[in-house]
């Protein structure tokens, strides 16, 4: 299913802590680990020499066992580059909140709790810029009202005038 993080970071593995680290999510093989962060903050974004090529890891599960036998312990971790993915403004995008609520029934050792939830019909979200966002405003509440009303009034001193 399709995850959406807008605002993700690349992850790698340190391969010195023992633990055992699982992919959770890849991105595309187009994808790319960004470094120029103040070409993004312009909004300019282009794969430079030195870059991580992808698929780019965005989310690792990690497990790593202490003690032997019966007593042993298994501690577990999930490490994602992006928090906002669970957030109020993007939970109901893609399949972001099963992967969240997966992601903690993984965590609290409760595996019978990871399903696919069955999705409830509501409304369909649009993702806009801000700059899109202002340009509907503007035409909702400046220009469209402004245009009605000269077309009234033009109309209303027409018919005056007859």
């Known amino acids: 299913a399709m995850t959406i993080m807008p605002t993700s970071r690349s992850l790698s593995e340190n391969p010195g802590t023992g633990a ?3 992919p959770l ?3 595309g093989a187009r994808a790319w ?3 120029d962060f103040e070409g993004l903050a312009r909004g300019e974004a282009a794969w430079d020499q030195g870059e991580a090529r ?3 890891t965005l989310a690792v599960a990690a497990t790593k066992k202490k003690g032997q036998g019966d007593k042993a312990v298994e501690s577990r971790l999930a490490v994602f580059g992006d928090a906002s993915f669970a957030s ?6 893609g399949a972001n909140r099963d992967l969240f609520m997966n992601t903690i029934a993984w965590l609290a050792v409760a595996e ?3 399903t696919i939830r069955p999705h409830v019909r509501g409304a369909n979200f649009i993702v806009l810029t801000p700059r899109q966002r202002d340009g509907i405003a503007f035409f909702v509440l400046y220009l469209l009202p402004t245009l009605l009303l000269s077309i009234g009034l033009g109309v209303w001193f027409a018919r005056r005038g007859r």
């Open 33 to 35: 680990g960004e470094t």
């Open 54 to 56: 992808g698929p780019v």
């Open 88 to 93: 109020n403004e993007n939970r109901r995008m």
């Open 25 to 27: 999510l890849k991105t």
């Open 20 to 22: 055992v680290t699982v």
């Open 112 to 114: 019978d709790q990871i």
